[in-house]
Structure formats: structure tokens, C-alpha cells
């Protein structure tokens, strides 16, 4: 059997191929090597994917592919933590930037995308990615993301440059004050899911003057500081990843074409897409 992950900061998609049957899927807590240890990975497996490990015996081969993972380093300790439940399986970790792509460009060339809690892009050449000079996390970068959309609606909000009606209909929702806002960014760990958790009420301001000038402003800030970093941008198709991608693709699709970026898929999660593609991978290569 081949289980398959795609984790990002805040939750992790499984989903295991069984012969003759219909994928089963799973979801833990995300697995990000730079916010957990290999500890608390090992944790989170243990209490939240019970179920899953009870296949660990039938499971040969593990694909894990997640933020955070772009080093060797940032690998061993998911690798390692993955081990302890499946101590039978082969384990391959990649960044969720290469199993984006997988899922969305498959083999062709194309900028790969992720608009979800956090930001990045990657260029994929149709066997790999190239690392660039972005995803700086949610203090110096993520551009677009929900981190990003949580920062700016909870800064205008305490500044009081939220228009009034969308202020109250915020306040009445989220009951929060500075002191609030700056205990959880600053001085509790998971500072971007916290900020992230804002970004929901843009679908709910979404047709306000308020709201889509906030949403043309985080989406062109990742087109202009991402996307077009790349010189030959409009020579590929862009595909999107991601939560914030696929809510909001109507707006997204309308800047990006208006700055000469083709669009290609939009998917909210890249699992099934996924594993399609690692099973007729490895069917092509045996």
C-alpha cells in the first residue's frame, strides 16, 4: 500500500491507496518541522491518526510532502518522527512546493503556487523544483495568504480603519483587543494560524467595497513580489494551491490576468491529484 501526505502548518491531508478499493483518507494536525519537533510529531500521529497506523503493518511506501520541508535536515526530523509509527515503510519528505506542482503541473513546466496559511512559488522545470528566494514565513513575507489577510484585517480593526458597519459586524465576531492580539502573536507559539483563523470573514465582506480592495491588495502584493520575480512568468502557466487560492479564485484569476499571468489549475488541496501522480509514477517506472 502507498499512504500519501500533504501537510501544511495548520493540518495534514493522508490518503492511502488500497488495491481494488476507493482511497481512504486521513487528517492529523499539520507537521511543520519548523514550528514541531519530532516529538511532537510523534505526538500528534499518536492521538490524532490512530486510525491510519492501524494499516502500518500493510503500508510499504510513504510520500510526504510539506511546508517547511526544504532542507535535508527539515526532512530527517519528519522522517524520522513518520519512522516511529510506520517502522516497516520506505519514507520519501519533499516540500509541499514539489507535491503542489506534482498535482498541478504533473509533468510540464510551470510556477507552482500555495495560497493558504502561509505563501510561497516555486518554478518547476517538469522533474523538480528551483528554490528561490521566497517563503520568508509570516513575519517577512507570505504575501496573499490567510496569515497575511488575518494581519491586515485585525491592523485595520484596532486602527480604526475598518469602514463602521463591517468594524461592528467584525467586533460582534471576534471579540478581541490589543492586548489580546498581541499575547497571541508574540508571546504564544502558532502566531500565523492564529492570524490565519481572521482571514475567513473576507468571505463574508466579500462583496464590499472594503473587501475586495483588501483582497486586490494582498493578491497583487503576491503577483508583484512572486510571481513576477521570474522573468519569463508570463511564458508559463501559474497554478494556485491552497485555501485562499480556491475561495477566492474569481478575484485571484481577474489580477493575474490583468498583469499577463495564465492561470492554470486552481485546487483548494493537491492530495488526490497527488497520489494519482506518485501511483502512475511509480507504475511508469517499474
Known amino acids: 500500500m502507498i499512504l500519501v501526505a500533504d501537510s501544511g502548518s495548520s493540518k495534514t491531508d493522508w490518503l492511502l491507496a488500497v488495491p481494488g478499493k476507493d482511497p481512504i483518507p486521513f487528517r492529523t494536525g499539520g507537521l511543520n518541522p519548523y514550528f514541531l519537533t519530532e516529538k511532537e510529531m510523534v505526538k500528534i500521529l499518536h492521538d490524532q491518526g490512530a486510525e491510519m497506523v492501524k494499516h502500518a503493518n500493510d503500508i510499504d511506501e510513504i510520500y510526504f510532502f510539506g511546508a517547511g520541508c526544504s532542507s535535508p535536515d527539515r526532512h530527517e526530523i519528519v522522517s524520522n518522527a513518520v519512522s516511529q509509527l510506520f517502522p516497516k515503510a520506505y519514507i520519501s519528505v519533499d516540500s509541499d512546493l514539489l507535491g503542489g506542482a506534482y498535482a498541478t503541473c504533473g509533468h510540464e513546466k510551470g510556477l507552482c503556487c500555495v495560497l493558504g496559511t502561509g505563501s510561497n512559488i516555486s518554478y518547476f522545470d517538469g522533474e523538480d523544483i528551483h528554490a528561490g528566494k521566497h517563503g520568508l514565513g509570516y513575519i517577512l513575507g507570505d ?59 473576507l468571505g463574508k465582506v466579500r462583496d464590499t467595497v472594503y473587501g475586495q480592495n483588501l483582497l486586490a491588495q494582498g493578491f497583487l502584493e503576491f503577483i508583484e513580489t512572486n510571481i513576477k520575480s521570474y522573468p519569463q512568468y508570463h511564458k508559463y502557466k501559474c497554478h494556485f494551491v491552497g485555501s485562499m487560492a480556491y475561495v477566492f479564485a474569481e478575484e485571484l484569476t481577474r489580477l493575474c490576468e490583468s498583469n499577463e499571468v495564465h492561470v492554470g489549475k486552481i485546487i483548494r488541496k493537491p492530495i488526490n491529484d497527488l497520489l494519482q501522480f506518485i501511483i502512475t509514477r511509480n507504475t511508469a517506472t517499474l
Open 143 to 201: 504575501e496573499g495568504s490567510g496569515s497575511w489577510f488575518g494581519k491586515a484585517l485585525i491592523t485595520d480593526y484596532l486602527y480604526g480603519n475598518m469602514p463602521d458597519e463591517i468594524a461592528t459586524q467584525f467586533s460582534a465576531e471576534y471579540p478581541i483587543d490589543k492586548e489580546t492580539v498581541i499575547f497571541n502573536v508574540y508571546q504564544k507559539a502558532g502566531g500565523n494560524f492564529y492570524l490565519a483563523s481572521f482571514a475567513k470573514f
